[in-house]
């Protein structure tokens, strides 16, 4: 008992030193350093971080710093509940929130544009080491995936450069093991998936009877950023547009066993599967949601909104050539009434693009498929063997699987 508190403690406080140490980063270096001119002079002015650690049960404690407090829980190596946040989870956490925190303060002093961020954490260490000494146990690698949607990857580069040289938990822990920052665009890589097959019931209700219950294994799924289910009772065609994180993510789910369950199921046939790679920059013109952050996801009360699915053929001997010739369309769509969003789709090999809107309601759906800007689209000299479908949203299963269709 005596000698889990003590490792507990020893983990907690240490680190408590270090989140508390994080705000002070800012007072001892400027947005233009240079980590060749840091100095670590003994006569340099250091300040003093406390918290305290109170065990309150077994394998559970308290850390209080500067008022507030948090639970943290043992692990299992060391017979601990690992419930609440345990101390590497407060380790990862201090270095990703100093590095988030510093990434922030950063493009402000340097004015680049940050709408969005995020940073996921990793670390490799050896457990075992923890049970009885055997090895050591220290983290032997850390890993940073910073996301954000704003900056050019260059200025993404000098952020980095920033975390690097002004936070101290980075600078403690790089002397102990070396940290691999990578910077990714919001939405970069992401890639569709988008299935629709004919079902064999009754009526819709029983459809989404049979398939509700399978939400929490898709939402469990890997890589998934979200999964928009669709549903067209008058045609008895189904299926959803998925988003997954990259290619590989999407191939390794459609080669697992969900994905060949769904693809067996009697009640289900004619199939539609196609892939597709993401046109990021039109995509967050026109709203996509490109990240799992949870933002603007499925309100599961909402009313159902309206999939507008089109695909079609280009005559462009490249894709960039393609692009180059839509893309600047990107602002009139982001204007439509009614519409939500507008993820644009791309498959380079097989020359077909097209893109899933998500609108409010029919209406809105309907407006604009009556409208100018949709009928020089199918009008257009270069793009051909159009295919155009619209699905109802079902609301709750999306909302489960962190569809981004809240009808806002």
Known sequence: MYRRISILLASVLILSL?????????????PDAAPAIQSDEEDVTLATAKANVEMVQDGRAIVSARGNRILVDSVPPLGGPNEEINPMDMLLGSLGTCGAFLYEAAAV???IPLNSLSVNVEADFAPAGMSDGAV????RAF?????????????????????RLRCPIYTTLELAAPIEITNR???????????????????????????????????AV????????????ETKRAGAVYLFEN??????????????????????SDYRIRTYDVMRSESLVTHAQLRGDGEGMADASAESGMILDVEFTYDFDTADEYIAEVSPMAEMFAAVPGLVWKVWTLNPEAKTAGAAYYFADADALQTYMDG??????KSHPALSNYEIATYQVMAAESHVTRAPVNGQ
Do not use: C
Request: charged share 20%; glycine share 10%.
């Open 185 to 219: 665009l919001a939405g970069e890589g992401t890639a569709v998936l988008d299935v629709t097959f004919t079902y064999d019931f009754d009526s819709a209700d029983e459809y989404i009877a049979e398939v509700s219950p399978m939400g929490e294994m898709f939402a």
């Open 18 to 30: 270090l989140v508390a140490g994080a705000a002070l980063g800012r007072e001892t270096a400027g």
């Open 136 to 139: 050591n146990p220290r983290v």
């Open 143 to 163: 890993r940073a995936a910073v996301t954000a949607d704003g900056p050019s990857m260059e200025e993404m580069d000098a952020l980095a450069d920033q975390w």
């Open 247 to 268: 290619s590989d993510i999407r191939q390794a789910y459609m080669d697992g066993e969900l994905f060949g369950a769904v693809q067996s199921h009697p009640a289900l």
């Open 372 to 377: 100018e800007l949709f009928g020089a689209v």
């Open 109 to 111: 002093e340097m004015d």
């Open 222 to 233: 890997p890589g998934l950023v979200w999964k928009t289910w669709t549903l067209n009772p």
